[in-house]
């Protein structure tokens, strides 16, 4: 990891040192053990903050639209020869790369204004995961150390294997190297067990649907529509988010179980296609809402019904881009 590291602050310093990237988003050392954030470096001296270890969590494609956005807003009232191209690097995981592959068939931005640095992916660790384990001890310090994790709490410190705690999505990922790259830092890792990528799922189908709307309303009686998963969400960049919208006025101001839910389904359905299953929801929401069965859902029908998986290839059109004659459309009169 050390060493992936060092070739990664490399890179960056390259990057920002030949002016081929104006800022580079990547993962800093966070202020609480075992976490690492999201950081923008703008200088090759700053490339020493970059780590890469598996408390990198979440998705940083989500910050590229907005970047770009607010450099084009900035730029609309110079002259045509004023204005200046920004270029923004990324470090990339494979589901990072996925979310890139959408925005850029989105037309969000264009191939020109992104620099993609790759890193492998053996996943991130999942603090629920991680609480549970420690049986809720407050976590003091720790490091990673080959395929586990050394952390300290007030009882001392305990390693603990890093497969026991890796994040649900990880797990069965099948994309841990990027789908998309200008450069690949280090060597391309080993998938773990993507042929179990659909089993939850599977169970989840085989329910009646009234079972399986029942579980959708168990889970979405813990959401108190804080929108964290929406701002988490590397596909969500929408200028004005339904949730917001007063003509017309889908949900009302207040925390209402309907509302909940008809926000809930109406994100996930615009999730269809789109969603990477890079788990940043799940993390990142304060209940515990396990929104992951249901995204995945739609992910399972994606490439059950369409042989489409979101994101896989920018020459593949995306999911509800395209018609086929020979596109399965039972589903329309008999859903399951």
Not at 30 to 43: A, D, E, K
Not at 302 to 311: C, K, P, V, Y
């Amino acid at each position: 990891m050390e060493n992936l590291e060092s070739k990664l602050r490399e890179e960056a310093a390259r990057l920002l040192a030949e002016k081929k990237v104006d800022v580079l988003i990547g993962y800093e050392k966070g202020t609480l053990p075992l976490v690492s954030t999201p950081c923008f470096i703008t200088s090759p001296e700053e490339a020493e903050r970059l780590v890469y270890d598996p408390f990198c969590v979440q998705n940083i494609a989500n910050y590229v639209p907005e970047i770009l956005s607010q450099h084009r807003d900035s730029q609309k009232r110079l002259k045509p020869e004023d204005k200046m191209r920004k270029v923004v690097g990324i470090v990339a995981r494979g589901c990072t790369s996925r979310s890139l592959v959408i925005q850029l068939q989105e037309r969000q931005y264009s191939r020109e204004e992104v620099v993609i640095l790759g890193v492998p992916c053996r996943g991130y660790v999942d603090r629920s995961k991680m609480a549970s384990r420690l049986g809720g001890e407050e976590i003091t310090g720790g490091f990673p150390k080959d395929g586990a994790v050394v952390v300290n709490t007030a009882r001392g410190e305990q390693e603990i294997v890093l497969a026991e705690v890796l994040a649900d999505n990880c797990l069965t990922c099948r994309f841990n190297n990027p789908v998309l790259k200008d450069l690949l830092v280090g060597m391309e890792a080993p998938p773990l067990e993507p042929d179990r990528e659909y089993g939850k799922v599977e169970e989840f189908s085989s329910l009646s649907e009234a079972e399986r709307w029942s579980a959708f309303v168990k889970e979405m009686d813990k959401c108190i529509r804080c929108y964290a998963c929406r701002n988490a969400c590397p596909s969500c960049y929408c200028k004005s988010c339904f949730a917001e919208q007063t003509q017309p006025q889908w949900l009302g101001v207040g925390v209402e179980r309907s509302d909940n839910e008809m926000f809930q389904l109406m994100r996930m359905y615009h999730m269809a296609g789109r969603c990477v299953d890079c788990g940043s929801c799940v993390a990142v929401c304060p209940m515990n809402v396990d929104l992951r069965t249901f995204l995945k859902k739609l992910d399972y029908d994606g490439w059950n019904l369409f042989a489409h998986r979101a994101g896989a290839s920018l020459e593949e059109p995306a999911l509800l881009a395209t018609f086929k004659e020979s596109d399965k459309q039972e589903f329309i009169f008999e859903p399951k």
